[in-house]
């Protein structure tokens, strides 16, 4: 049975599921920063996952950083699996701009994050699965 990961529980909120993963939103307001989590017992890298799966991860970030693209209009967006911390296969999409604070740099360790407020956190978990169901619905041809 899958289990998330304690500091991804204790760092994130949830946003929905998707085919393949949980989408988390980072407790982290200076950025847009969701978390793809496949939903697979005991995987840690991208290449442990079946085929299928992968295919399905590639598509999975696809949306996720079209919303981000979308709501936001950042910059860049960085994708990253790093693991290091967190051995659970996990897949970090951020929104970037020059403007933030460790541009051009990597985000991890350049100061503390900014958590969310409890209306600020509440609107953008619904301004997010909105997008997500939005853009899943449009795609159905159910």
């Excluded at 529980?9 to 989590?37: C, E, G, H, K, Q």
């Excluded at 967190?86 to 958590?115: K, N, T």
């Excluded at 409890?118 to 909105?130: G, L, M, S, V, W």
Aim: aromatic share 8%; glycine share 6%.
């Amino acid at each position: 049975m899958f289990t998330l990961h304690e500091r991804l529980r204790a760092d994130t909120f949830d946003i929905t599921r998707l085919y393949l993963s949980r989408v988390l939103l980072m407790n982290d307001s200076s950025l847009p920063w969701l978390i793809l989590v496949p939903e697979r017992e005991n995987i840690r890298e991208i290449y442990e996952l079946d085929e299928k799966d992968r295919a399905g991860l590639i598509e999975e970030i696809t949306l996720a950083s079209r919303i981000i693209q979308h709501l936001y209009k950042p910059d860049k967006i960085n994708v990253g699996a790093l693991g290091n911390l967190v051995p659970q296969l996990h897949i970090h999409i951020i929104g970037r701009f020059g403007s933030d604070r460790a541009w051009p740099g990597p985000i991890w360790g350049a100061g503390p994050a900014e958590p969310y407020g409890d209306d600020e956190r509440d609107a953008t978990r619904a301004r997010i699965e909105r997008a997500f169901m939005n853009y899943l619905s449009s795609r159905c041809r159910c």
